[in-house]
C-alpha cells in the first residue's frame, strides 16, 4: 500500500474522529441554552439537534472547501515544483492528517472537562502547528490569525452586550409590569417578528451560502420582511389562546420564550452542520483529491459521502458525549430561564450573523458564551459563576498553542514513517 494510500485510510478515520468531537463540543452552541432553560430535554435537544446538524451538513455542507481551512497556510508551497519536489502533495496530506488527529484530540480532552472551545479555531492551531514544522514561521499568514487572536475579546464582547440589552429589553418592557401576561401579548409579536427577520438573513448567508452565491440585498431583504410579517401575524394570534392554558403570569411568559428558544436553536444547529462540518471534511477532502489526481488546488471539491460522513459524526458526537459541554453552558455559568436563555441565543445570533457580513472571523462557541455572561452580568456578577467563566477563557487561550504543539508532533511521527 502505498504512503498516500494509508494517510488517505488514516484520514477517513480521523475525520470521523474530528466530526465526532465537533458533535460532542461545539453543538451545545445550538442546544446548551434550550436544554439549561427547561424549554428542552436532553433527550428531545439531541434529537432535534441531530435532524438539523445532519440534514444541514448533508443536504448544503459546503460542497467546495478551502484545501487549508482559512487560507492560513499558502497551498503553492507544496507542489511538486516547490521546496519538497515530488514529496509536496503527500507532505500536505500529512500534515492535514496530523491537523485533523491534533484538533480532534484536544476537542475530546475540552469535551472531556466539558469545556466549550471553538472547533474551527482548533482546526486553525493544528493547521499552524504542522506548517511551521514543515516549512517555518514564513509560511504562515499570521495577520489571520491575529484577527481570530482578536475575536477572542470582540465576539463575546459584543455578544455579551446585545443579549444584555435584549434581556433588559424583556426585563423592563414584560418582566417587570403589573401585567407580565398582557405585556407579553403587546410586545411578543414584534420580538418573534425580529428574530425571524434575524434568523432567515443568517439562514440564507450562512446555512445557504453554499447553494445561493452572492444573493442580491434587496431579495435577501425582502424574503425576511415578508417571512417577519407572516410571524408577526402568526404570533397575534398564537398568544391568544396560549393565555387560557395556565393562569401564572410569569409560567405564560417563560413558555413563550421557550418556544421561541427551540425556533431559534433548530436554526442554529441546521446552519452549524452546514458550515463546521469543514472543520473536518475540508482536509479530508484535500487528501482525497491529492489521492485520486496529486493535484493542489486552493479549493477542492467535497463528495457527498464525506458530508455524509461528516454529518453521521457530529450526530454520535452529540448522542454520546454532548450532555457534558451544554451542561455547562445551560447550566453552570449562571441559572437559565427561557427569557434568559432566549436573550444569550437572540445576542450570539446578531453578533455571528454582523460578523460574517462582514468577513470576520468569529466563533460561535465565544459569541454564544459573552452572550450567556452579558445575561449574567445584567444581572448582577453574583448571578454569575466566575470560576467557570474562568476556566473557559483559559481552554480559549490554550486552544491556538495545545493544537498547534499536537500537530507539530504528530507531523514529525507521521512524515518519518510514511515518507
Not at 139 to 157: C, F, L
Not at 261 to 286: K, R, Y
Not at 304 to 327: D, E, M, P, R
Amino acid at each position: 500500500m502505498s504512503p498516500i494510500t494509508i494517510v488517505l485510510v488514516v484520514a477517513i478515520v480521523a475525520a470521523f474522529y474530528m466530526a465526532w468531537n465537533i458533535g460532542a463540543n461545539d453543538v451545545a452552541n445550538a442546544m446548551g441554552t434550550s436544554v439549561g432553560s427547561g424549554a428542552l430535554t436532553l433527550m428531545g435537544a439531541v434529537v432535534l439537534a441531530g435532524i438539523f446538524e445532519f440534514a444541514g451538513a448533508a443536504l448544503v455542507g459546503t460542497q467546495v472547501t478551502e484545501t487549508i481551512r482559512k487560507g492560513i497556510v499558502e497551498v503553492t508551497l507544496f507542489e511538486p515544483t516547490g521546496m519538497f519536489g515530488e514529496d509536496g502533495p503527500l507532505i500536505l496530506a500529512i500534515g492535514m492528517l496530523s491537523a485533523l488527529m491534533a484538533a480532534g484530540i484536544w476537542l475530546q480532552l475540552a469535551t472531556m472537562a466539558g469545556l466549550p472551545v471553538s472547533t474551527t479555531h482548533s482546526i486553525v492551531g493544528a493547521v499552524v502547528g504542522f506548517a511551521l514544522i514543515a516549512i517555518g514561521p514564513s509560511a504562515v499568514d499570521w495577520g489571520t490569525v491575529g484577527q481570530i487572536v482578536a475575536s477572542w475579546v470582540v465576539s463575546p464582547a459584543l455578544g455579551g452586550i446585545i443579549a444584555a440589552a435584549m434581556f433588559l429589553i424583556i426585563s423592563h418592557g414584560i418582566l417587570q409590569k403589573d401585567d407580565p401576561v398582557k405585556a407579553t401579548r403587546r410586545l411578543g409579536p414584534y420580538l418573534v417578528a425580529l428574530v425571524i427577520f434575524l434568523l432567515i438573513l443568517s439562514f440564507i448567508y450562512k446555512a445557504l451560502k453554499n447553494v445561493v452565491q452572492d444573493p442580491h440585498w434587496g431579495l435577501v431583504l425582502g424574503s425576511a420582511a415578508l417571512f417577519a410579517a407572516l410571524a408577526f401575524l402568526f404570533a397575534r394570534v398564537w398568544l391568544d389562546p396560549m393565555r387560557a392554558r395556565n393562569d401564572k403570569p410569569f409560567a405564560f411568559v417563560e413558555r413563550v420564550f421557550g418556544r421561541l428558544q427551540i425556533i431559534t436553536a433548530c436554526f442554529v444547529a441546521f446552519a452549524h452542520g452546514a458550515n463546521d462540518v469543514a472543520n473536518a471534511v475540508g482536509p479530508l477532502a484535500a487528501v482525497v483529491q491529492i489521492h485520486a489526481v496529486g493535484e493542489l488546488p486552493a479549493r477542492v471539491p467535497v463528495p457527498f459521502w464525506i458530508l455524509v460522513l461528516g454529518g453521521v459524526g457530529i450526530v454520535i458526537g452529540l448522542a454520546t458525549w454532548g450532555y457534558k459541554v451544554i451542561a455547562t453552558i445551560g447550566k453552570k455559568i449562571m441559572e437559565l430561564t427561557p427569557t434568559r436563555g432566549f436573550s444569550a441565543e437572540f445576542g450570539a445570533a446578531v453578533t455571528v450573523l454582523i460578523a460574517s457580513r462582514l468577513g470576520m472571523p468569529v466563533s460561535t462557541t465565544h459569541t454564544l458564551v459573552g452572550a450567556v455572561v452579558g445575561v449574567g452580568m445584567a444581572r448582577g456578577l453574583a448571578a454569575l459563576n466566575l470560576r467557570v467563566v474562568g476556566k473557559i477563557v483559559n481552554s480559549w487561550l490554550a486552544t491556538l498553542p495545545v493544537a498547534a504543539g499536537l500537530s507539530a508532533l504528530l507531523f514529525v511521527i507521521l512524515r518519518a514513517l510514511l515518507t
